[in-house]
């Protein structure tokens, strides 16, 4: 099992920026594709962003492309979410999760964590 935990959530006002970090367990947490999905209230879980196990090839929802950015350091069991110029819609709870070999698709990913909530004011 591998265990998964964000932080860096909170309030924060139209065009302003936050940095989520997603907290792994586990000795392989470098053999996993890592991604970030949120989920609005009354919505459906929806694909954020993802990264390959190198840290080398990202790929972004069209929501998001040239606002935000994931970054890994394996060494650290860590993954990151740079979040710029936020808006109001881009409010949800954030979760990360990981999988052997995922992309977009929610069921391709193994491993969830809690969800960490961002707010965006208008």
């Known amino acids: 099992q591998v265990l998964l935990v964000e932080s860096g959530g909170g309030l924060v006002q139209a065009g302003g920026s936050l940095r989520l970090s997603c907290a792994a367990s586990?000795?392989?947490?470098?053999?996993?594709?890592m991604g970030w999905f949120r989920q609005a209230p009354g919505k459906e879980r929806e694909f954020v962003a993802r990264v390959n196990w190198s840290g080398g090839s990202t790929y972004y929802a069209d929501s998001v492309k040239g606002r935000f950015a994931i970054s890994r350091d394996n060494a650290k069991n860590t993954v990151w979410l740079q979040m710029n110029s936020l808006k109001p819609e881009d409010t949800a709870v954030y979760y990360c999760?990981?999988?052997?070999?995922?992309?977009?698709?929610?069921?391709?990913?193994?491993?969830w964590g809690q969800g960490t909530q961002v707010t965006v004011s208008s």
């Open positions: 586990g000795r392989t947490f470098s053999t996993y594709v």
């Open positions: 999760a990981a999988g052997r070999n995922s992309g977009a698709i929610m069921t391709s990913y193994d491993y």
